[in-house]
Each structure stands twice: as C-alpha cells, then as structure tokens.
C-alpha cells in the first residue's frame, strides 16, 4: 500500500536575466503563459518589487487541500561561466486570510473549485528583502556574469476519492508593479503533469494523511 503523503505541485518557472525578463513555463506540461499576462508582465521585477505586496494564487478543484504553508518560493542565482550555484534562497507564502487579496479575483472563481490566495509569510519578509539586495549588487557587478531561475511549488493532497477527468488548476501573480492578479497559468491539467512526473497513472495525486481523532 503506498504511503500517504504530499505532492509538489510545481506551478511555474520565472527566467530571471540580466533585465529581469519573464518568462514562464509550467513543469511537465506544455501549458503556456497567456499573451496578455506576458504584456502585464513586463513591469514586474523581482530586484524592486515590495515583498509585502507580493501575491501568489492558486485556483484548484475543491477536493485538494492545500496547507496554510504550503506555497515556497525558490531563488537561484548560477555563474553563467561555471554554472556554480551562486545563491540558493528559499521563501516560504503562508495562506492569506485578507478580503482584499481575493477581492480582484471574483472574476475567476468557478463552480467546485477553491481560490487560495498567498503572501511572504511575515518571518521571511526582511529575509526577501536581503535576497533582493544580494541579486542588486550581482546585477551591478559587469564582471560577474550570473542567470537565475526564480520558481514556485504548492504542495497539497487529495480529500477523499479522485474523480475522474482533467484536474484543472490556474496560477496568479501579484506584486507591487502589477494591476491586480496576473495569470500565470489556467486551467493545466494537474493530473497529466504529476503522471508525466512519474506519479502512477491510477492515483496521481496523493490523499491527504489521515488525522487520528481526538477522544
């Protein structure tokens, strides 16, 4: 019998150049950025952007569960001569409870699915900060060649049995440059990128861990 446990939802990968372009790819699928979201996108710079701004989204069907947090992101930074990692940040989102951060998303909501909207959690916003500061200097410096890869990863499980069909999950950014809530992604196919991932075709998304009662 297979272990219960969570799965990574890898969500998007974020480009980081010299000029900080975008670009986004969802992993193991062939889901594309929207057109609108790439012009939308054009202002955002992770070198500047207020990391008390900043904003994840996800919208997914009601049976997954997300922990408060369960949103990461992950900042690298390589030396584009040896490919040596040069800077390797982990930020942890925690699940937002604020009206506001839901409020622009009223457009997106559908029928049996769930709109979870998270921010920097409060312990890692000087640390963002700091991050920030790191990549700036590196930018500066013309004698160091350096790329980077910024990603996001929600980990959740399942509630109950899986049903049957596409699993469709979209993604949103927010951030102190952006108008609102920018789609990432919409409307991928979970199921066929954790099965593309190497999750089994039957159960691709695990169930959650089973909570022992209390007496």
Known sequence: MRKPHLLPLSIHKIA????????ASLAASCAQLPLS??????????????????????????????P???????????????????MSERIVFRHSVAGEDLASLGAERRHGSVIRVFRIAPRDVDRMRAVQKAIRER??????????RLSV????CRLGAMPEGAVKVSTYLAASELDG??????????????????????DPIAP??????RN
Do not use: Y
Not at 139 to 148: I, L, N, P, W
Not at 153 to 156: D, E, L, N, Y
Not at 208 to 213: D, K, M, S, Y
């Open 139 to 148: 930018s500066q410096d013309k004698t160091t060649g350096v790329e980077g």
């Open 68 to 86: 408060a947090e369960g949103a990461v992101m992950q900042i690298e930074q390589r030396s584009k001569a040896s490919g040596a990692l040069m």
């Open 153 to 156: 990863a929600v980990t959740g």
């Open 181 to 202: 809530f920018v789609p990432l992604t919409r409307d991928f196919d979970l199921r066929a990128a954790m099965i593309e991932a190497g999750a089994p075709h039957d």
């Open 37 to 66: 979201s790439l012009i939308g996108l054009r202002n955002f710079d992770l070198e500047t952007t207020d990391p008390a701004r900043l904003r994840i989204a996800v919208r997914h069907p009601d049976w997954i569960r997300v």
């Open 208 to 213: 959650c861990p089973q909570t022992r009662e």
């Open 16 to 23: 980081l150049l010299a000029a900080v372009l975008i670009a």
